[in-house]
């Protein structure tokens, strides 16, 4: 009898483990995988940075209370969104002396008759050591600059570039063990994410992994500030 109470309790405890979507979190709330939330067109940008805000906040919080999470994306408008919330979730999780990490990976739901491809952001939080330094990611070896595709751009096409993007990043991981990722605009930080989660397959070939974390950088075009994202990756082969 005893035996069949732990069996069920542990069936429960695994029912638990599930999908949030980020519009039914409920706040305070402690989650292990939270699907992230595309904003609509027209939302206002104050209101469109409140709602990265809103999500870093939300996934620091597991952070702090799980150790890890994992952030769901379908679309270059979702991906972009959780990257910056990533990026803003470092900073508020250093100051307990945390350090964000993310390993990037393909996940695939079925919506209808369609089958769609994201990107999962398997994040995780470990304690800084000692003698852990800042990176300065502007000393790192490697640097690429993402270019966005054509819109009109045939989708063998656009796997292609990603493909050939993908292999930039690991070539320069077995060159440097380091590489800083540059993007300025969602459709480039997509394009990041599933090179990044592709090289880490090239990586797993050789018996490594591959880890990245985002953060924001400037840049001044035709005079004009834009603010992207820089992926840092690094593996962990010596």
Not at 47 to 67: F, P, Q, T, Y
Not at 90 to 98: A, E, H, S
Not at 208 to 230: K, V
Request: glycine share 8%; net charge neutral; proline share 4%.
């Amino acid at each position: 009898m005893e035996e069949n109470k732990v069996a069920n309790n542990e069936e429960t405890e695994e029912k638990k483990i599930i999908e949030v979507p980020e519009e039914l979190l409920k706040e305070g709330e402690i989650i292990d995988c939270l699907k992230v939330k595309a904003d609509p067109p027209d939302i206002l940008p104050e209101d469109r940075k409140r709602n990265v805000k809103k999500l870093a906040g939300a996934i620091s919080h597991s952070l702090r209370g799980r150790g890890e999470i994992n952030v769901r994306c379908f679309g270059s408008a979702t991906i972009g969104k959780a990257a910056k919330a990533l990026a803003i979730a470092k900073t508020y999780i250093g100051v307990q002396n945390l350090q964000l990490d993310c390993s990037p990976a393909f996940i695939s739901t079925k919506m209808g008759e369609n089958e769609l491809t994201g990107i999962c952001f398997v994040t995780f939080a470990s304690e800084k050591s000692a003698d852990s330094k800042p990176i300065d990611v502007e000393k790192c070896k490697s640097v690429l600059m993402v270019k966005a595709d054509p819109k009109d751009i045939e989708p063998e096409e656009r796997k292609k570039n990603v493909r050939k993007l993908a292999g930039a990043i690991s070539h320069a991981l077995a060159e440097n063990k380091e590489v800083a990722i540059r993007c300025f605009g969602n459709a480039t930080i997509g394009k990041a994410s599933k090179a990044l989660a592709i090289a880490r397959g090239y990586v797993a070939t050789t018996g490594g992994d591959l880890y990245c974390w985002p953060m924001f950088i400037m840049a001044d075009m035709n005079g004009n500030e834009r603010t992207g994202i820089c992926w840092y990756a690094y593996s962990n082969l010596s």
